[in-house]
């Protein structure tokens, strides 16, 4: 279902970036499950350039039960710019949720005007799919922008209109990082590494997702997963507590 985003991730990436491959922790890039009445399979990619320290995403496809596309773009350290927060989840044909967003590592006004407010215009073209829903894992204030897509469709709407705003959506995140002006002080760029880490820690402790992987790939994969590979600046409470 979320095949042609996928798809349309790659090749605009491809054409604006110098890509390298960046490693994926062993037995974690892919995963086939035999549980439950579909099987399903999990696949990550991730790559860097110098614009961009981590760009990984994820495809699970558990045929007609279940179609997952997440990612998350992880500006340089040098660049205070937002994240790139994807979210799209497809559970049978009636079900269908979708996240998108610059996930703002920041949340004074400066910034909000600087690298958030070109959203604004843009959301507003696909007002259908800003539902203002209420989150039930994270605190909307927090990490998230006011110019957020976050909405339950249908499986039409997903293919017109939701890959509609995505293509657009990248399209503005391109130009903002494009723009960027690199920081030039070790403060400024040890503030945005910190603050990214505060943002793995967060997201970690929060991803409702991790049940997800645990029922299709067991917990101690799904915790490897969620450590090593997606929010891996994050470190598990079990090892905080010692």
Known sequence: MYRPFLEHLETSLKERFELQPRAIPEGLECQLSERGRNPASIQSWCYQSPELRKI???????????????????????YDVPLLGIDFLSFGKVKNLIVLDFQP??????????????????????????????????????????????????????????????????????????????????????RVKQAQIDYDQYSAERDPAHGLFTSYFGSEWADRFLYEFLFEDAVPLAVQAH
């Open 56 to 78: 990984r995403y994820t495809y699970i496809d558990g045929g007609k039960g279940a179609q997952i596309f997440n990612g998350v773009l992880y500006p340089n350290h040098c």
């Open 105 to 190: 590592l920041f949340q004074d006004e400066a910034y909000e005007a600087k690298y958030l407010m070109p959203l604004k215009e843009l959301r507003d073209n696909y007002a259908e799919l800003a539902q203002g829903l209420e989150m039930k894992f994270y605190d909307a204030n927090q990490y998230f922008s006011k110019y957020l897509l976050f909405a339950k469709t249908d499986t039409e709407t997903v293919s017109t209109r939701v890959l509609a705003a995505f293509k657009d959506y990248l399209d503005l995140y391109w130009r903002i990082l494009a723009d960027a002006e690199p920081l030039t002080t070790d403060v400024e760029v040890a």
